[in-house]
């Protein structure tokens, strides 16, 4: 009987590891996907503000598209990716998806700043990047706060 209950115990602790090792895996992805867009985040805004100072409107458009198609290419393999069979799994999804969409849309704001005709248009676009960047701080942390309630219903820990 006690070897019985043993070796119950031990497929219980080894499906819970699992579940847990595939929990992390899950959010390794999304934040390697998060990280692989550090680089072209610093680069691009670095080249519109130059451009912006230059009034090269259409080199801002042309990074912002490439940066709203790297994002968009992101945020479609989040979307498509299997949320493991693990606690809050589409929750932590949910929020990926909305941080990675409001990324994507802070580079359609550019793209729209830089294709705009007018300065009225222009002035426009520029209220709804610092509207769009006020907003930068409750994004990440709500991000964070479902990265890290994720963790902790799956018994890992995040960086």
Request: hydrophobic letters at 40%; glycine letters at 2%.
């Amino acid at each position: 009987m006690k070897r019985n209950f043993s070796i119950i115990i031990a497929a219980l602790v080894l499906i819970i590891s699992c579940k847990s090792k595939d929990a992390l895996n899950y959010s390794d992805k999304i934040v390697a996907k998060e990280k692989s867009l550090e680089a072209a985040i610093k680069d691009i805004e670095r080249k519109v503000s130059d451009f912006n100072r230059e009034n090269k409107m259409d080199s801002i458009v042309a990074v912002s598209e490439r940066m709203v198609s790297l994002v968009d290419s992101k945020l479609t393999e989040i979307k498509n990716e299997t949320v493991p069979n693990a606690k809050g799994a589409e929750d932590f999804k949910k929020a990926a998806v909305n941080y990675f969409e409001y990324i994507k849309e802070v580079y359609v704001a550019y793209l729209s700043y830089g294709k705009a005709s007018t300065e009225e248009q222009k002035t426009i676009e520029v209220e709804r990047i610092k509207d769009m960047v006020s907003k930068k701080e409750d994004i990440v942390r709500d991000m964070q706060n479902a990265q890290k309630k994720y963790a902790d219903a799956n018994g890992f820990k995040v960086e």
